[in-house]
């Protein structure tokens, strides 16, 4: 267990539908990363907030936002979901705002998104 | 999206031999993170990087930081079936926010 929670664990939905991925991240870890990993491929960076602040954005579409909440969990909110929406989502956390030295990122097992 | 670039993109090997894997960026980084991935996991991480020439091993892997900052190397010695899965290298660049990650590349053991 990496201390990084993400909920559910599997989703199926349809396209056009809203859904919301939850990450609470390990304790004391300020910053908040979401990625994208469709079948196959690597890791994209969409998101990452730092005690409540954006602080950088990745190709993160205009359907897709997300936020940090004053107890420091995050949420991602995918709308009008279309097929290619399809993919595992992770977040990870780190304790530092992530431009300084020393900052590594810790996973959580994901969120997969299937849209039909 | 952005992303670096790995080799080899996947690998069979027979147990017991090494491998060689690694990652190179068009930017200059100032920390190179390596990861594993299994099958319906989260990466996990291998080894960090902080240094240009720095060598850091852990256990049988061993990575390196590029002199010219714009590769990272990851050696696995003797390999076992349990080495199988995707491994991911990570790069950030000075007074960015935001990891990179690599194409990854799939290792799958022979016994």
């Known amino acids: 267990d990496s201390g990084v929670t993400q909920t559910p664990k599997h989703l199926i939905t349809a396209t056009g539908q809203r859904v919301t991925l939850r990450c609470s991240p390990r304790?004391?870890?300020?910053?908040v990363y979401w990625y994208q990993q469709s079948l196959d491929q690597g890791l994209q960076f969409l998101i990452q907030y730092y005690n409540g602040e954006e602080r950088a954005k990745g190709n993160i579409l205009e359907r897709f936002s997300a936020q940090q909440f004053p107890d420091l969990h995050s949420e991602l909110n995918l709308s009008s979901l279309e097929l290619g929406d399809s993919a595992l989502y992770f977040c990870a956390s780190s304790d530092r705002d992530g431009r300084g030295g020393a900052n590594v990122l810790t996973f959580g097992a994901g969120s997969r998104l299937t849209v039909l | 999206g952005q992303q670096l670039n790995q080799s080899p993109q996947s690998m069979f090997i027979q147990e017991g031999e090494d491998v060689s894997m690694n990652c190179t960026s068009s930017s200059i980084f100032n920390t190179w993170l390596w990861y594993k991935q299994d099958p319906g996991e989260g990466p996990v991480l291998l080894i960090a990087?902080?240094?240009?020439?720095e060598l850091t091993s852990n256990g049988r892997l061993t990575a390196q930081f590029g002199i010219t900052r714009k590769d990272s190397f990851l050696n696995i010695s003797a390999s076992i079936p349990s080495d199988v899965g995707i491994y991911f290298c990570?790069?950030?660049?000075?007074?960015?926010?935001?990891?990179?990650f690599g194409t990854g590349t799939r290792l799958k053991v022979l016994a």
């Open positions: 304790s004391g870890d300020l910053s």
């Open positions: 990087l902080y240094k240009a020439g």
């Open positions: 990570a790069g950030r660049s000075s007074g960015t926010y935001k990891y990179i």
